[in-house]
């Protein structure tokens, strides 16, 4: 699957630290540079810490009562991981939910147009979703 670069830049800006925006857009533009910032996402102290709440509970229905919450329909996520079998592709939240929750990989499941992310780093049971954009 290709990779969507203007929805990463779209998650940078919504969702990453503001002091590292600027270099992470410059890395997933580059296809030499992108894994740089993949590196990364394994670290919760990239994202903008208040953008996310802990996620407490089954993770499918608290992403999807996050989705209905937010008004925001689809079956699908695109998305951004260390696990290079799922990256830069667009799954069905069960598919992506099943293969990111417990792996231990930095990935973030992008949903709409950046509107929410599903975030599980590599610590064991470390999972977060955004809160709604006010």
């Known amino acids: 699957m290709a990779q969507n670069t203007e929805l990463e830049i779209k998650v940078i800006q919504r969702f990453i630290n503001q002091s590292k925006q600027d270099r992470y857009i410059q890395f997933v533009r580059s296809t030499k540079n992108r894994g740089k ?3 990364d996402l394994n670290h919760f102290n990239i994202l903008q810490a208040e953008a ?3 996620v ?3 993770e ?3 992403v ?3 989705l209905q919450t937010q008004g925001l329909i689809g079956t699908t996520c695109y998305v951004i991981s260390e696990n290079p079998s799922i990256d830069t592709q667009t799954l069905t939240i069960d598919e992506a939910l099943r293969m990111t929750v417990g792996h ?3 990935t973030m499941l992008v949903f709409g147009n950046a509107e929410m992310a599903f975030y ?5 049971n470390v999972r977060y979703i955004s809160r709604p954009r006010r």
Request: glycine share 14%; proline share 0%.
């Open 37 to 39: 910032f993949i590196a």
């Open 52 to 54: 996310f709440e802990y």
């Open 56 to 58: 407490r509970g089954i």
């Open 60 to 62: 499918e229905e608290v």
């Open 64 to 66: 999807r009562a996050a």
């Open 104 to 106: 231990g990989m930095g």
């Open 120 to 124: 599980e780093c590599e610590t064991m």
